[in-house]
């Protein structure tokens, strides 16, 4: 993912030009200039110490830090992104890491500039709850590194998302190929696992069909629990969310149309649902 990116080295600083107030070191001996015309004065050490590229440019003595003249590097990058990144390595306090594009820029900067301080720092946050952006693209961003542990997690935060939903959509238009399709197995997986635990009628004998009333022996058909298994298997995201539905509450209230007795045992029925909503699959899987 490295990338090979060409510094435009110069000798020339103008006095308009803005200077950051966290990296205005008059002793400094390298100046990196942002592509919106911000300049950082850092020591030229810090960079080969944090930055494998940083570090392979000034080995070459032709770009080695001049003592009479302070060398101005110029980047592609915005002065927000550099800014992140010299205050990652130089043990300032870390930046906020929101919005979501911001955070993913100064990780591709990161990775460009071979610097692996940032990088960790980025790939803690992903972990955490700090970051408030889609569990999608929070998925994306690590799978496509390999971030196995990271994935997993972003993976687990989208079960209860409606992946057909147009927000969801479009952040999964952002995912390559075969790491989306990681993603859509566990959803369907998860939809097929729980379609064969509701149908298997040794836990409910209503989707046997119809059955014998306990009360007065007379035919019942479970029309109630039948369209609410249909509801959760091909609409909802599957989560404990939806024992509380309307369709539910229907399907476990029902009673004998000719006697009234209950059909099923409501609060038991509902531990079994949990058990085995919990017990589907809730991660993707990696090598």
Known sequence: ???????????????????HPLFSAENADIVLSS???????????????????????????SNAPDTADTDIICLDETADILAALL????????????????????????EKYE???PVSIIRVALSSNLLDASPIRIYGIAARRGWAAEAKAASTRTLPLDLFHPDAVAELNRLDGPVLMKLLLLHHSRRQAFKAALDDTRTFYASGGSTLCGGCAQHVDHIQWALCKYSWVTQAPITHDILHEESARKALESTCPHCGKSLYMQYATIGILKGIIDGLPRAVEFP
């Open 115 to 117: 610097m692996p301080g």
């Open 35 to 61: 592509k919106d015309d911000t300049h950082f004065r850092v020591r030229s050490q810090l960079l080969r110490e944090t930055s494998g590229w940083f570090n392979t440019l000034l080995s070459i003595p």
């Open 87 to 110: 205050r990652m390595v130089s043990g300032f306090e870390i930046p906020e890491l929101h919005p979501i594009n911001l955070c993913e820029d100064i990780l591709y900067a990161a």
């Open 1 to 19: 993912m490295s990338q090979q990116p060409v510094a435009q080295v110069c000798k020339d600083e103008s006095s308009s030009t803005r200077v």
